[in-house]
């Protein structure tokens, strides 16, 4: 027994309707199983063909952290994957707004920044932040004009590396971003997944005082 290509097909179809991005999502499984895993959080999507037209779902919605698990047809399967993809989707473009004060210290910002310079190696892991989040903004489908926006404040505060103390720079940078999208050049559906996209691309950057 197996998943079929044409099965994994319609749910492909299925995916792309909900405006759900492949490259934010991860995919696992072979033959009788498939998995569809958001990559930044636990919203996933499991499948197991168990017998004909029998399937065993494993379930990670975005209101709960313990999976449901549940057998069904294929039809049913399509369904609930289709429910799925929709409640993901607007979880991902939806605002809360409080995402400018949820985020203004996820650059370790403390007191003692107000004195401190980068070190070499912070500035590194600054700029290559930078660089991948200029990457990850292509994939929020704007225009190449608010592109060239978005991209040029970015370069603005990779070269204010190398001229700002810390304090000063993640002051920049959190006024750069609130700026980006009280100015709508981030537009409204689109903020919820460009703060996963800093989260996710300054995660691994420690600037402690």
Not at 90 to 117: C, K, M, R
Not at 135 to 157: A, P, R, T, Y
Not at 188 to 202: L, V
Request: charged share 30%.
């Amino acid at each position: 027994m197996r998943i079929t290509n044409i099965q994994k097909k319609e749910l492909s179809d299925i995916f792309k309707k909900n405006n759900l991005n492949l490259i934010d999502f991860e995919t696992s499984g072979e033959y009788q199983e498939f998995k569809v895993k958001f990559k930044y959080d636990y919203f996933s999507f499991s499948i197991e063909k168990t017998k004909d037209d029998t399937y065993l779902l494993s379930i990670f919605s975005i209101d709960r952290k313990n999976a449901y698990n549940l057998n069904d047809t294929w039809i049913n399967t399509q369904k609930r994957f289709d429910n799925w993809a929709k409640q993901v989707s607007t979880e991902l473009t939806s605002t809360t707004g409080w995402e400018t004060f949820e985020n203004t210290n996820f650059l370790n910002t403390e007191y003692e920044d107000l004195n401190d310079e980068f070190t070499e190696t912070e500035k590194i892991q600054a700029k290559e932040s930078i660089k991948e989040l200029k990457v990850k903004i292509k994939l929020l489908n704007l225009s190449q004009e608010k592109l060239e926006i978005i991209e040029n404040k970015l370069d603005i505060l990779s070269l204010k590396v190398d001229e700002l103390n810390k304090f000063d720079w993640k002051s920049l940078f959190i006024g750069t971003i609130a700026s980006l999208i009280m100015t709508f050049i981030i537009p409204q559906e689109a903020s919820g997944m460009f703060w996963e996209y800093i989260k996710s691309s300054f995660n691994n950057l420690k600037i402690n005082g």
